[in-house]
């Protein structure tokens, strides 16, 4: 943008965007899966709880590019986090009070699957 004639024209009316930094990526990632935990929890009466290192390679994984923003870390977690839950929950039918742990992550050219433990 260092073109006097185009500068001119267009005048002072430049917003520059600023990408989000990776330790706000982090702070936007874990206030989403919170909020996605607290949710399962209070819908179905269960407790879902991630191994460390699922909840590192699911903020690997939504962290990876943050050029998208916060939309593209929630994007992300629907991908990677929301939809293999889901499939994992609709699998195991956990009833009322079960505590579940999230032991594994794999990603591979078919998609995200998580397993799923009652505990």
Known sequence: MNRPELLNRIGD????FDYIRPHVGEMIFDMMLNGHLKAIQKQLNITLDLDDAVKASLKELALKDLSNGGRGIRNK??????????????SLDPTPNDVLRATTITVNNTGTTITLQKQ
Request: proline residues 6%.
């Open 13 to 16: 009316n430049i917003i520059v």
């Open 77 to 90: 977690i629907e991908y990677h986090f929301i939809t293999p839950i889901s499939r994992s929950l609709f």
